[in-house]
């Protein structure tokens, strides 16, 4: 089993920032590609970003490309999420994922462990 645990949401105001942080526990951190998903109120579950293994790749959905950048410690067994230029759009809950292969990152049924969600929301 892996253990997520999302923290440093909250509540900014457009044109701000915030960084996300997941600390995993319980298994070895480097062995899971890991993803961050966002839920707004009443739509489904968007992939935003994955980072490979040792971080040497990353993947970004297009409404977040130049603006979120997705980026991990394997010593610390945390990832991150960098944002900037935050819209009101950018409201939701983000979520951390994990999953063992690389294929189909952009599919939230491919991950295997969830963290419970921190709540990003962008006033205008």
């Known amino acids: 089993q892996v253990r997520l645990v999302e923290s440093g949401g909250g509540l900014v105001q457009a044109g701000g920032s915030l960084r996300l942080s997941c600390a995993a526990s319980?298994?070895?951190?480097?062995?899971?590609?890991m993803g961050w998903f966002r839920q707004a109120q009443g739509k489904e579950r968007e992939f935003v970003a994955a980072?490979?293994?040792?971080?040497?790749?990353?993947y970004y959905a297009d409404s977040v490309k130049g603006r979120l950048t997705i980026s991990r410690d394997n010593a610390k067994n945390t990832v991150y999420l960098q944002m900037i230029s935050l819209e009101p759009e950018d409201s939701a809950v983000y979520y951390c994922?994990?999953?063992?292969?690389?294929?189909?990152?952009?599919?939230?049924?491919?991950?295997?462990?969830w963290g419970q969600g921190t709540q990003v929301t962008v006033s205008s």
């Open positions: 980072i490979s293994w040792r971080g040497d790749n990353t």
């Open positions: 994922s994990a999953k063992e292969r690389l294929w189909s990152y952009e599919d939230p049924y491919e991950y295997d462990y």
């Open positions: 319980g298994r070895t951190f480097s062995d899971y590609v």
